[in-house]
Nanobody, 123 residues
Framework: QVQLVESGGGLVQAGGSLRLSCAAS????????MAWFRQAPGKEREFVQG????????YYADSVKGRFSISRDNAKNTVYLQMNSLKPEDTAVYYC????????????????WGQGTQVTVSS
């Protein structure tokens, strides 16, 4: 079982950057695929970026292509989301998720979730 805690959210101006962290507990963290999702008020939770267990493969949504980057440090049981060139439409609660299968973009494919961290991008 994995527990996840996100941090690093906050208020940033459009064009700015923010780095989110997701700290995981559990001895088997390195065996899980990880992903970031986000949910804006009144919107469905949407996939942002995913990464496989060893960090060698990533995939992402078109909306963040070239701006966001996911990475992980299994020695620290942590996954990151580096967000650059932020836009007001990036404003959402960002969630870290863990699953047993890499390459999934639907929220129901993930087994464990963090509590979320708010990212607000002002225009």
């Amino acid at each position: 079982q994995v527990q996840l805690v996100e941090s690093g959210g906050g208020l940033v101006q459009a064009g700015g950057s923010l780095r989110l962290s997701c700290a995981a507990s559990g001895r088997t963290f390195s065996s899980y695929a990880m992903a970031w999702f986000r949910q804006a008020p009144g919107k469905e939770r949407e996939f942002v970026q995913g990464i496989n267990a060893n960090g060698g493969s990533t995939y992402y949504a078109d909306s963040v292509k070239g701006r966001f980057s996911i990475s992980r440090d299994n020695a620290k049981n942590t996954v990151y989301l580096q967000m650059n060139s932020l836009k007001p439409e990036d404003t959402a609660v960002y969630y870290c998720a863990a699953g047993r299968t890499y390459g999934r973009t639907f929220a129901s494919n993930y087994d464990y979730w963090g509590q979320g961290t708010q990212v607000t991008v002002s225009s």
